[in-house]
Nanobody, 127 residues
Framework: QLQLVESGGGLVQPGGSLRLSCAAS????????IGWFRQAPGKDREGVSC????????NYADSVKGRFTISRDNAKNTVYLQMNSLKPEDTAVYYC????????????????????WGQGTQVTVSS
């Protein structure tokens, strides 16, 4: 069974850091584009950061540029989202998702259709 599992969420004070992990089971992430998305109460889901299968291309939402870093370790079948300088507006449920797309794709990786989704992990930024 193909499954993505997020971990690493929690409660952190403004200015703090968290590292989210997205681990795959039942398939290898090597050939998949991976995205991190978030949804806050009453708001639409938004793409936070996405990474190509090779790890050579990344995309970030303007609101997190310079603060968040996406990376992948295909040997561990895991993708990470390092979140620094967290703000209250970063509070949301964070989801990771996987997409199988052409290697020739050169657009925004957060805008491709994602086929597999994790269950989400809550991130709360509050003093």
């Amino acid at each position: 069974q193909l499954q993505l599992v997020e971990s690493g969420g929690g409660l952190v004070q403004p200015g703090g850091s968290l590292r989210l992990s997205c681990a795959a089971s039942g398939f290898t992430l090597d050939y998949y584009t991976i995205g991190w998305f978030r949804q806050a109460p009453g708001k639409d889901r938004e793409g936070v950061s996405c990474i190509s299968s090779s790890g050579g291309s990344t995309n970030y939402a303007d609101s997190v540029k310079g603060r968040f870093t996406i990376s992948r370790d295909n040997a561990k079948n895991t993708v990470y989202l390092q979140m620094n300088s967290l703000k209250p507006e970063d509070t949301a449920v964070y989801y990771c998702a996987a997409a199988r797309i052409l290697t020739t794709y050169s657009g925004n990786y957060c805008r491709v259709p994602y086929h597999y989704w994790g269950q989400g992990t809550q991130v709360t930024v509050s003093s």
